[in-house]
């Protein structure tokens, strides 16, 4: 499974937009980037899922360059109940598969 | 479409006792994973069930254990609780249809406290 690194922690204010970068550099043929965000004495929930290029939804986007061993989750215009740890997430796309979760990315929103 | 629903919410458990905790899969799906969460750490794979049988686990010891059931609910039993079992253990249920990450929901959890 490959490993991912992300920063620790990142600060932003209200409005604003955050990008989060993750570095996958082992991430093989049959696996997906996917990200997930956590609140507190909560279980954790889906945000996106992507292969290759760009992919948007309405609450993220997620950019991933050609070689795929990183990419990005852009969150528009951030509120304070965006406040969560993100998790970013390779994960094969056959067969028995299990998330591998990291220490994810806290992000603090401020007004 | 009903999500993940785990019970109880909060457990207080003492050393050496065992204790069993109940999770019911979202409408449809028929796997169902467990997940534990220490604080500050994101969550760490138990072990998975499809079909009634174990078909997946993480590091962890064999008094982890667990049932999925014809309905597809499942239980986690750990025995011989230790401290360092305190934790929030979350359940996931998902489909079996190979697609990356995606399609897994996760109850809210159980907080398990071992004094």
């Known amino acids: 499974l490959a490993k991912t690194t992300q920063p620790i922690s990142m600060d932003s204010y209200e409005g604003q937009e955050v990008n989060i970068t993750c570095s996958h550099n082992n991430i093989a043929t049959n696996d997906y980037i996917t990200w997930y965000q956590q609140f507190p004495s909560q279980g954790p929930r889906f945000i996106i899922q992507?292969?290759?290029t760009k992919v948007t939804n309405e609450v993220a986007s997620l950019f991933i360059p050609a070689d795929r061993k990183s990419s990005t989750l852009s969150l528009p215009r951030v509120s304070l109940s965006d406040t969560a740890v993100y998790y970013c997430?390779?994960?094969?796309?056959?067969?028995?598969?299990?998330?591998?979760f990291g220490t994810g990315t806290r992000l603090l929103v401020s007004p | 479409e009903t999500g993940v629903t785990q019970s109880p919410t909060h457990l207080i458990k003492t050393r050496g006792q065992q204790v069993t905790l109940r999770c019911s899969s979202q409408s449809g799906h028929n796997t169902v994973s467990w997940y534990q969460q220490a604080l500050g750490q994101g969550p760490q794979f138990i072990f998975q069930y499809y079909r009634e049988e174990e078909n997946g686990r993480g590091n962890f010891p064999p008094r982890f254990s667990g049932l999925q059931f014809p309905n597809y609910s499942s239980e986690l039993n750990v025995n011989a609780l230790e401290l360092d079992d305190s934790a929030l253990y979350l359940c996931?249920?998902?489909?079996?249809?190979?697609?990356?990450?995606?399609?897994?929901?996760f109850g809210s959890g159980t907080r398990l406290t071992v004094v």
């Open positions: 996931a249920s998902s489909l079996v249809a190979g697609k990356g990450g995606y399609g897994y929901t």
């Open positions: 997430l390779v994960v094969m796309n056959t067969g028995f598969q299990k998330l591998v």
């Open positions: 992507g292969y290759k």
